[in-house]
């Protein structure tokens, strides 16, 4: 696989791997050594890194990658997050005070099995701590050895700013998509200015975009989707199959799947742009990475944009937005 470079030059391959869905948010959850199997083929197949996070699971999804990864160290990047007050087992709120980001890097490393981790992220911007406060933390644990590379999630462009003047950002990670398209406001061209690394999550719409979701759907208890009102909203959830007639009349002019046109075309915006599509099978796996190597000509994109239509509904709960710092 091809190679991208996200800000401060770390170089990853073109497609992620985002392993949350191994322990959270969408169950049924493999075998821990399915999920295992699933991690070490992608790195056979030459994807390079891996995202994870303390409050996946908690803890499982750390323990999971970092067993998987233990015996190619070498050749991946690992990407993983603090920011959460998880002192009981559970998520309590957001906490990014610097004695809680010092613990809680010592314990993804045990977790990881590793003697450094690749990119820190702050998964979310905590208002009770001066993000300069947050920036200065990593700072010094870099200064350490510990974390190689500052990351931030979800996070606004004025918070962006002034964290990257205390320690250069290489990546902000935060929803991208065809039907998530936000970002492209504010948030991109800040990045590209700062030169700053873009990495995607749900660049798929949690799974909207493959073409398997309609209105007859139902997921399963304790799927995250059972929250989003853009799934629980019939309403939304018709309008919102436009995009997916979209991408399937792109992909068979192309020979290509649904999702491998949606991940190309977030591909194709910018070249510091690297997705991290998350899957348990490794049939999708391959489809993913196979997206890579799908070219979508400026005549493509043209007709993406003048056809896609509104989106409709909010892409998450109320709960969860007041998480998000824009």
């Not at 990658?65 to 087992?89: C, D, H, M, N, W």
């Not at 003697?115 to 300069?132: A, C, F, G, T």
């Amino acid at each position: 696989m091809q190679k991208r470079t996200l800000g401060q030059d770390l170089e990853v391959s073109t497609l992620g791997l985002g392993c949350m869905g191994m322990s959270q948010s969408f169950p049924p959850f493999p075998d821990r050594n399915d999920s295992i199997a699933v991690i070490r083929a992608a790195v056979e197949r030459g994807v390079t890194l891996f995202d994870t996070a303390q409050v996946y699971g908690p803890f499982d999804n750390e323990e999971i990658v970092g067993e998987a990864l233990e015996p190619l160290r070498e050749q991946v990047v690992i990407a993983t997050k603090f920011g959460f007050e998880l002192s009981t087992g559970r998520s309590t709120g957001v906490d990014s005070r610097p004695e809680t980001i010092r613990s809680s890097v010592d314990d993804s490393l045990r977790r990881l099995r590793t003697d450094s981790i690749d990119l820190l992220y702050q998964h979310r911007v905590d208002p009770n701590v001066p993000i300069e406060e947050v920036a200065g933390t990593v700072k010094e644990l870099i200064d350490d050895g510990k974390v190689r590379h500052f990351g931030m999630s979800e996070a606004g462009v004025q918070n962006i700013r002034r964290a990257h003047a205390v320690q250069p950002v290489t990546a902000l990670q935060s929803e991208y998509s065809l039907w998530w398209r936000e970002p492209e406001e504010a948030i991109l061209p800040t990045l590209e200015e700062l030169g700053i690394g873009f990495v995607p999550f749900s660049p798929l719409g949690k799974g909207f975009l493959t073409g398997t979701i309609d209105t007859t759907t139902e997921f399963g208890e304790g799927d995250f989707r059972n929250t989003v009102p853009r799934f629980t909203e019939p309403e939304a959830l018709e309008a919102n199959l436009g995009f997916v007639d979209l991408v399937q009349t792109i992909a068979e002019r192309k020979g290509a799947t649904p999702a491998q046109v949606a991940l190309a075309w977030v591909l194709a915006q910018k070249p510091w742009i690297v997705p991290i599509p998350g899957t348990t099978k490794l049939h999708r796996l391959e489809e993913n990475i196979a997206a890579a190597d799908l070219e979508l000509t400026a005549d493509d994109l043209r007709e993406i944009d003048g056809a896609l239509p509104e989106a409709q509904g909010a892409r998450y709960s109320e709960a969860n937005q007041r998480m998000i710092d824009r």
